[in-house]
């Protein structure tokens, strides 16, 4: 409540408040169990700028931390600021869907092997961001783009066998940490 301003309003009824505090509330309500998804529908709606900018920082802070936000809105600022992907709907279609900048400076490389000096360049590397594996195989891993190279041929080397390279983005974000048997081996 300190966070949105809303500490003189502790005894008041949701009735009795504007829009833009009413929002703030149903923020608030959704924040509360520190949610791995959360689902928001015109989330500054109502809100005035500084509460717009503390929502961003808010959510920025959420989304390092990992949790996934899927919203909708109208104010291209805030799906700048926030969103890696953005899919743009008119008269019920998708018109576009753009990828972050930031996305773009990685690429996800699937392969196989499981060798021991293999599996331990994959956890020490300081180029790879994410490394999600199954029992079995494969491994897919996000790496820094610039490094992509490096990165495959050092697997290639160490006796890997790569089966897949994204073009522009990282694909992690679109599995989740038990999707397919996979699980979460390094961040």
Do not use: W
């Amino acid at each position: 409540m300190k966070q949105f301003g809303l500490d003189s309003y502790q005894h008041t009824r949701i009735q009795h408040l504007s829009k833009g505090n009413k929002q703030k509330v149903n923020i608030i309500q959704a924040l509360l169990p520190n949610p791995e998804l959360l689902l928001l529908d015109e989330p500054i709606s109502g809100l005035d700028p500084d509460s717009q900018k503390r929502l961003v920082d808010i959510l920025t802070q959420l989304k390092k931390a990992g949790t996934t936000i899927i919203f909708t809105c109208h104010e291209s600022f805030f799906a700048e600021r926030l969103a890696d992907r953005s899919i743009h709907v008119t008269q019920q279609n998708i018109k576009e869907v753009m990828v972050s900048r930031e996305n773009n400076q990685y690429r996800t490389i699937e392969f196989s092997g499981a060798t021991e000096a293999l599996l331990s360049f994959v956890s020490s590397s300081p180029f790879i961001m994410k490394h999600v594996c199954q029992t079995s195989s494969p491994h897919i891993i996000s790496v820094h783009a610039v490094k992509s190279n490096e990165v495959i041929g050092e697997i290639i080397a160490l006796g890997g066998t790569i089966q897949f390279v994204s073009r522009q983005m990282d694909m992690l974000p679109m599995l989740g940490s038990n999707d397919n048997g996979k699980k979460q081996v390094k961040k």
